[in-house]
Each structure stands twice: as structure tokens, then as C-alpha cells.
């Protein structure tokens, strides 16, 4: 029994350049059909059983269906970690690795690290990984995220400390102790969901997108009090139609040296404070 890429190809054609479906069907066909995928590089067609089939058909049909690939495959690349991800959490973004490759580059040593809305634990594992003598904290308002993020704690063999905490009311709860703090909270607001993707708008979780449009940066600032009063280093990931008044809010609270990085499309994505 034979399962085709121009299957997927004639499928796909006008969701995906030929070049990322050929990648697609690669990385589904080896997960399924336990191939290397260096030994699927030249090939179209490949022999399957009828339940390897299957699973192809069902990847191609949740693909049609808009699903992001991330999550038909199951699991995505950060910072050089191999991590699972679902419906339970955002998918990590290029952007949230530059974050990390910035308190790395900063920041030569970190005693206690605390991630406030971890998700897929990617932020957290990734500065473990990073700082393997660092006690790690990470925490979640949803019981989801964290059995994905104890899932890649435990395949990457990375210890993080994870606790179920909303990050408006139960930081408190929390040690104060950490050197360090970097959150990546919901920052979007309503308003600009006329210009997002649609896959992101129906197949991410909206509860890790969001802020309220009347105070977009109400976790920011939950998340900055905690700092402050841990005497901690905070990093963010930031909008950046938000970064100025990110930025007023950190000095307003008392920070008093506060610096904004630019992403590598050129925007303000990022703030550090102390």
C-alpha cells in the first residue's frame, strides 16, 4: 500500500508552497512510518500499512482543515529542544528564542529563574538548559499546559519545579527569592484579531493570546509587582504597539533601569528591568 506526497501536494496546494508541504509529508511520514527522513528526501511515493495510511490520511485531513502543523505533528523545535505541543498551549515562536538568546548573552549566571505562564514549558526548559545549576520555577494557570510542559520536562530530561498558579492572584504564593523572572504573558488585544492568522485564531488557545482591551497590560504588571518585590531581573516578551506604555508602567512602579530590544523583523519585542 502506497501513500503519496502529491496526494498532499494536490490537497494542500493552496494553504502551502510545494517546498513546506514537501517538508510536511517528510516529517509525518517518518513519524508514522518509523522511516529517517534523509532516506525520504528524493522520494513521492512510500509504502505504508493500512494503519500507517491511515494516519497519513488523518494528518493530511486535520491540515486541510487549517490545524497549524505543529500540532498534527505533535511536536515543535526550540532552542534546540525537541517539544511536544497541543491544543493546551501556544506553539513557540522565533521570537520567544530570541528572548532566551538575550538573558543568555546578559545574564553569566542565575541562582533561582521563575516563568510565569509557561505553557509548553519552552521558556523554562530552554534557560535550564542554559543554566543547568539554576533552581527553576515555572507556573501555569492551566492544568493542560502543565502536563504538556511536564511531559517535555521529563523527554528532555530537564528539571523544572511547576506549579499551577494564576498569575494574578496566586504569585503570592510563590517564593521570593529568584534572581531572575521572564514572562511571556497574553498580550493581545481583541482589536487586533482582524489581523491575525486564522489557524491561530481557531486552534490556539485563547486564554495564552489575550488581554483585556481596556488594560492590556494587567499581567505584565502582576507579573512586574512580583518582581519588584523579589529585587529580581525581569525579562518580557512585549507588543509592540504596547512598548512605550510598557515601558511607563515598569518606571511607574519603580524600576529604574529598563531597556527595549528590537526583534529581527525590527520591532520592540522585548524589555528587560531591574
Known amino acids: 500500500m502506497k501513500t503519496s506526497l502529491i496526494l498532499y501536494k494536490n490537497s494542500l496546494n493552496s494553504k502551502y508552497t510545494a ?16 522511516i529517517p527522513i534523509q532516506k525520504l528526501y528524493f522520494l513521492e511515493d512510500i509504502v505504508c500499512t493500512e494503519q500507517q495510511k491511515h494516519l497519513l490520511q488523518n494528518d493530511l485531513d486535520r491540515l486541510c482543515a487549517g490545524e497549524p502543523f505543529q500540532y498534527v505533528l505533535g511536536y515543535t523545535e526550540f532552542c534546540g529542544l525537541k517539544l511536544n505541543v497541543d491544543e493546551n498551549v501556544l506553539i513557540p515562536r522565533q521570537e520567544t528564542s530570541e528572548l532566551i538568546e538575550w538573558i543568555a548573552r546578559s545574564e553569566e549566571k542565575v541562582g533561582k529563574i521563575l516563568d510565569v505562564g509557561t505553557g509548553s514549558g519552552c521558556i523554562a526548559l530552554a534557560l535550564k538548559k542554559q543554566y543547568p545549576e539554576a533552581e527553576v520555577w515555572a507556573v501555569d494557570k492551566s492544568a493542560g499546559a502543565l502536563q504538556v510542559a511536564s511531559k517535555n520536562a ?5 528539571f523544572v519545579n511547576f506549579k499551577q498558579a494564576d498569575m494574578l492572584t496566586g504569585l503570592c504564593e510563590l517564593p521570593t527569592d529568584f534572581d531572575l523572572v521572564v514572562s511571556n504573558p497574553p498580550y493581545i488585544m481583541p482589536s487586533e484579531k482582524v489581523d491575525m492568522p486564522e489557524d491561530v485564531l481557531t486552534f490556539e488557545p485563547h486564554m495564552a493570546l489575550f488581554a483585556p482591551e481596556e488594560d492590556p497590560l494587567v499581567y505584565y504588571r502582576a507579573v512586574a509587582e512580583f518582581a519588584f518585590k523579589c529585587s529580581a531581573a525581569v525579562y518580557f516578551e512585549i507588543n509592540p504597539l504596547l512598548s512605550s506604555q510598557t515601558c511607563d508602567m515598569l518606571l511607574d512602579l519603580g524600576f529604574s533601569e529598563i531597556e527595549i530590544k528590537k526583534d529581527i523583523s525590527k520591532k520592540p519585542r522585548m524589555i528587560w528591568a531591574k
Do not use: G, P, Q, V
Not at 521529563?154 to 530537564?158: I, N
Open 19 to 34: 517546498h513546506e508541504i514537501s517538508l510536511m509529508f517528510r516529517e509525518l511520514a517518518s513519524k508514522h512510518c518509523d
Open 154 to 158: 521529563d523527554e528532555t530530561a530537564l
